[in-house]
């Protein structure tokens, strides 16, 4: 079993609209999560974190966690154009614990 | 946020020549460093583990030979792509991890590699 699995996608949602991308993992003793965002051509830069159980709010991003269920979420709200890209969850860690990423594209 | 450095940015050499890649945390000192290769379309993949001062880790597929990694200070990891073929031109990318409870990864910006 992958320490990190997310829905792979593809995505789409129309402008506006809200985005959810998912994530589950292995570990339940795993204690900070990560949200990381990925052009087409660029690499990954991080637009989110959370360590506790709940939401965590960031502008028109929110990331949820819920460590009993071991899933952590990234909802995206009003949805822009630019949001189009694949996002990473990862599970801190010294090792690499990454999701294989959802590609999300935000039809105008 | 801290920051993580590539060089060079983009590099085309001639099939059988080597190439260096240099990753450097910039604020930070990184116990770990990561090195991925990105095809076009794909996802992220993980090459090799770099710690400092030790023998990298390398990821099950991955010639140790060809992809020489050195981390020879805390700020630093090279990435040497040795006698590359037209088949290593990717987009490789290190990321740095500071030790700390965390654990977040810094990525640097990439290195896009073209072999002619």
């Known amino acids: 079993q992958k320490e990190v699995e997310q829905n792979s996608g593809p995505l789409s949602v129309p402008e506006g609209a809200i985005a959810s991308l998912n994530c589950t993992y292995s570990?339940?003793?795993?204690?900070?999560f990560f949200w990381y965002r990925q052009y087409s051509g660029k690499s990954p830069e991080l637009i989110m974190s959370?360590?506790?159980?709940g939401d965590k709010e960031d502008g028109r991003f929110t990331a949820q966690l819920n460590k009993a269920s071991q899933y952590v979420s990234l909802l995206i709200r009003d949805s822009q154009p630019s949001d189009s890209a694949t996002y990473l969850c990862?599970?801190?860690?010294?090792?690499?614990?990454f999701g294989t990423g959802t590609s999300l594209t935000v039809i105008p | 946020g801290a920051v993580v450095s590539q060089h060079p940015s983009r590099v085309i050499c001639k099939s059988g020549t080597s190439v260096k890649i240099e990753c450097r945390s910039l604020?930070?000192?990184?116990?770990?460093m990561f090195w991925y290769r990105q095809f076009p379309k794909q996802s992220l993949m993980l090459m090799a583990t770099?710690?400092?001062?030790?023998?990298?880790?390398?990821e099950q597929g991955v010639e140790k030979d060809k992809f020489l990694i050195n981390h020879a200070s805390l700020t630093l990891s090279t990435l040497t792509v040795t006698s590359a073929h037209p088949e290593d031109s990717s987009f490789y990318i290190c990321?740095?991890?500071?030790?700390?409870?965390?654990?977040?990864?810094?990525f640097g910006p990439g290195t896009r590699l073209t072999v002619t």
């Open positions: 990321s740095a991890n500071s030790g700390g409870l965390a654990g977040e990864q810094y």
């Open positions: 570990d339940r003793g795993s204690q900070s």
């Open positions: 959370i360590y506790s159980n």
């Open positions: 990862y599970r801190g860690g010294n090792q690499f614990y």
């Open positions: 604020d930070f000192q990184a116990t770990t």
């Open positions: 770099s710690n400092e001062g030790s023998k990298a880790t390398y």
